[in-house]
């Protein structure tokens, strides 16, 4: 199951991700004009060079996958721009990983995810998009924050308990945030989840088996942090586990 997941979602292999801030705290989202119109320009020069040839001259998708409409918002919305921005510049185009000639400068991807911004339909502001501004602002639907879409990799905290019927669940738990890599948190990123409030969802637990040196029934109830691929079905929400650490050994609501 994971892996049928994984070819769909692709996910950057970069730590937890930083758009938790914005979300938890109404911080600035594409929809605030994150690029100015002067860099759009400069990036549909920059794409019609590298990238039309497959993802068309509209971003339709050719031999390539489309780079507007839903499907590709879902794939990366409620989590920073920066994981586009490092997916198109590490894969993009394929001929770059074989041919040292075919690298881009940095700044020029970054020109264009602002094209890819500009035809999505979000407008353009006074500044340019930046690392660090990509790395603080959210990419949303054009109605703001929603939850995350099926199948999107995720990063959650709740409270380990058994399930009435057998097996785990997490319950109380937050509602997930886009995550960045499958494996263990660090300790910095372990401290932000630790300092993450509860909730009132609840996940059935999937592929425990996974998760390496973790067993459930030592962790019975302790807030744990949880990773791993959102399943999302209607009275059966679970989380397929790619990884999972205790946070704290009590789990107080």
Known sequence: MRFLITLVITASTVGFSPALHAQQSGARTVLDGVYSEIQAARGRLSYTAHCAACHGGQLEGVSAPALTGNRFLD???????TPVYDFIRQNMPPARRQVESASIPNAEYLDIV???LLMNGYRAGANELTPDAADAVLLVGKDGPQPLPD????VTVGCLTAGSSGGWILSN??????GRKET?????ELAVSAKRNLGSLTFRLTDLEAVPDFD???HRGNKVEAKGYLVRQPNAERISLTAMETLAVKCIP
């Open 151 to 154: 199948g999107a990799q995720i």
């Open 184 to 188: 263990a948190s660090s300790p910095a």
């Open 216 to 218: 459930p029934e030592t």
């Open 173 to 178: 738990a937050a509602e997930p945030v886009r």
């Open 75 to 81: 794939r990366w919305r409620e989590g920073a721009v």
């Open 114 to 116: 602002s094209y890819i």
